[in-house]
């Protein structure tokens, strides 16, 4: 059974700092590492997509990394705003089972 | 262009009822797929639709079924309701294949509580 891992569950800081945040999945034969973000109560927001054969995917203040052979990937949110806090989870795209989803990491920034 | 639209956003039911929850895809889309999302266990995938044809399920007892139509349309249907199918379920449509790993684009949910 694939399992996808978010670490950390809950990550507090100040508004203006970097930060990282973590993602490993137990099966390295992915189609894709999906990055999303969901607001209380709201559906998902696709923020970007992987594909198996990419290194890392860029867009605006945040950038994701992929590395299969570690199992790993990463989301970087640069220079971190009041808007970013929201729950941000990653799936692993594996084809026949869809999107096996992290159960998120819980962001806040503090103004 | 419009996203995904999920009706009815909220619902209320008793154990025992069933319920029919309708999905519109992105137009273009005509990969849909459905995903129940609880607190204990997060994101869980229930199944997805290509050209009217299920081509994937998850783990799921067979009181979940849906259908897609030939607008690409989707719904999905839980009969005998139980408390535990409380839930956010989530409709996602994408414009790839089923097993090609395209992205997927999320509607607003439908929350249902059972009572």
């Known amino acids: 059974k694939q399992e996808v891992t978010q670490i950390p569950a809950a990550l507090s800081v100040p508004e203006g700092e970097n930060l990282v945040l973590n993602c490993s999945f137990t099966?390295?034969?992915?189609?894709?590492l999906q990055w999303f973000r969901q607001d209380p109560g709201k559906g998902l927001t696709s923020l970007l997509l992987?594909?198996?054969?990419?290194r890392e995917q860029t867009s605006g203040r945040l950038n994701a990394s992929l590395d299969k052979s570690s199992g790993r990937s990463t989301l970087y949110i640069a220079a971190s705003q009041p808007g970013d806090s929201a729950t941000y989870l990653c799936?692993?795209?594996?084809?026949?089972?869809?999107?096996?989803f992290g159960k998120g990491t819980h962001l806040i920034i503090q103004p | 262009k419009a996203g995904v639209t999920q009706t009815p956003r909220y619902l209320i039911k008793t154990r025992g009822q069933q319920v029919t929850l309708s999905c519109s895809p992105i137009s273009g889309h005509r990969s849909v797929s459905w995903y129940q999302q609880t607190p204990g266990q997060g994101l869980q995938f229930l199944f997805e639709y290509f050209s009217e044809t299920q081509r994937n399920k998850g783990n799921f007892p067979g009181r979940f079924s849906g259908r897609q139509f030939s607008n690409s349309r989707s719904e999905m249907n839980v009969s005998t309701l139980e408390l535990g199918d409380s839930a956010l379920y989530l409709c996602a449509s994408s414009l790839a294949n089923p097993g090609v790993g395209g992205e997927l684009f999320f509607g607003e949910g439908s929350r249902l509580t059972v009572l």
């Open positions: 799936a692993r795209g594996g084809g026949a089972d869809g999107l096996t």
């Open positions: 992987i594909q198996s054969s990419q």
């Open positions: 099966d390295s034969a992915i189609y894709n």
